[in-house]
């Protein structure tokens, strides 16, 4: 540890002994303080043990042992039938993530918004409830022992009804930590992997989309030659704060995921604000011979972009039904010559399209999720899943400012925001995994 980090440790512990100090006297009492001096302490407190935590963070390398192989999560076991009904487990998980959703982001969903950031304590409260854990081997320290690609459709789906650019930012870790899972050797999985599995996640991002026209995830200008990656990276999550990333470069044989460290002296981070996603901190990365350790092979980089648009996918669901679930008390409520609007042909049907229209969606994607939970060819299904959530995604949102009226345009209803967001289905690649 540089002797800079010792004086911050050093001056964090001084600093919450004092405020406890105080917090003890009776002082306080007198002038009617004490609780607002115990709340200084506990924020203080929980602040400063996560600043030392970060401050002395390092991803200590693993040498490899001779006969080690990395850990893989068998495929799950399927029943034979097609029932997408989740399991006891699943609905016990999404249960907690469904409220954590409503109770949590919902509130915070404006101010994110407005800021462009998802508030600390939102992320902190996330990764308590193991996010980062659902694709991980508990034999390296995570919850699951069989291939959960259903479980993580489950929980975009019930983070992204409460705001799909906060549930970006809460989920941009995992997918790093999904990623070194599935694909990382035994040294990478014991080098990083107990970072994702402790009490102080790191902020970490999946990298793929590239700032140019018509991108195509399979012909990337980043490049990968003699050791060094080359190039820039767009639409990146919590990019100014990452402590990690997954690349997707372009070699002599294919595409192909890279492992990178952010404090590289070749690492630039840019902001770049967006038209949706706002609270998930976007950022742009430029990457100058910036030494990398290849993650996987060509083909496991394929997997990515289909588990990646999965789970776009799956955010496209909890948005969806996000409009439906406000728009349909709108027009109940909204009278017009003397009825609901809802009353009136052309709204009605408006509204009972969104939700059929979200059944198709959410149809395809569950069995995309399964399909790759079982270890099964997926391709297929991620494809017709994304053309579906693309298109009909964009069209429920933009149904659901219409049938607000001049509603739909203000910031005083969440649909214009929803609106924004689900804008980005057809658009982002990678920064989510399932």
Avoid at 20 to 32: C, Q, W
Avoid at 96 to 119: I, M
Wanted: one cysteine or more; charged letters at 20%.
């Amino acid at each position: 540890m540089s002797l800079q980090q010792r004086t911050r440790r050093d001056a964090i512990g001084f600093g919450v002994a004092w405020l406890n100090k105080l917090a003890r006297s009776r002082t306080i009492d007198r002038f009617g303080l004490r609780k607002p001096a115990e709340r200084v302490v506990f924020e203080a407190t929980k602040t400063g043990f996560r600043t030392a935590g970060a401050l002395s963070r390092r991803f200590t390398a693993v040498s490899k042992q001779a006969g080690s192989a990395p850990s893989r999560l068998p495929a799950a076991r399927g029943s034979g039938y097609f029932d997408l009904t989740p399991t006891e487990d699943q609905e016990l998980m999404v249960g907690v993530v469904r409220e954590f959703a409503t109770e949590v982001l919902r509130p915070a969903a404006s101010a994110a918004d407005t800021a462009c950031a998802t508030e600390r304590t939102v992320l902190d409260s996330s990764a308590e409830l193991g996010l980062s854990l659902i694709e991980v081997h508990e034999e390296l320290g995570g919850i699951v022992t069989e291939r959960s690609a259903m479980t993580g459709v489950l929980v975009a789906e019930a983070l992204a009804h409460g705001d799909m650019g906060q549930a970006v930012a809460c989920l941009a870790p995992s997918a790093v930590s999904t990623a070194i899972s599935l694909w990382g050797d035994e040294t990478q999985q014991a080098t990083y992997l107990p970072a994702f599995t402790g009490a102080s996640v790191p902020a970490a991002a999946l990298a793929l989309v590239e700032p140019r026209p018509v991108f195509d995830p399979y012909d990337l200008k980043t490049r990968y030659t003699g050791g060094l990656l080359n190039g820039v990276k767009s639409l990146v999550p919590r990019g100014a704060e990452a402590e990690l990333f997954v690349i997707g470069a372009q070699t002599d044989a294919g595409p192909a995921l890279f492992m990178i460290e952010a404090d590289h002296p070749g690492v630039t981070i840019e902001a770049e604000p967006s038209m949706g996603l706002r609270a998930a901190s976007l950022s742009r990365v430029i990457l100058t011979d910036v030494p990398a350790a290849p993650l996987g092979t060509v083909d496991d980089y394929a997997e990515c972009v289909r588990l990646s648009r999965l789970g776009w996918c799956a955010l496209a669901l909890g948005t969806a039904r996000a409009v439906l679930d406000y728009v349909t008390p709108y027009v109940n409520s909204r009278y017009a010559f003397g009825e609901p609007i809802s009353h009136r042909q052309s709204v009605a049907f408006m509204v009972a399209n969104i939700g059929i229209e979200l059944e198709g969606m959410k149809l395809v994607t569950y069995r995309a999720g399964s399909r790759a939970s079982q270890g099964l060819p997926f391709a297929r299904e991620v494809a017709l899943a994304r053309r579906l959530c693309t298109d009909k995604g964009m069209r429920i949102g933009t149904d659901g400012v219409q049938l607000l009226g001049g509603h739909g345009f203000v910031k005083e209803h969440p649909v214009e925001r929803w609106y924004r967001d689900l804008r980005a289905i057809g658009v982002m690649e990678g920064a989510v995994l399932i």
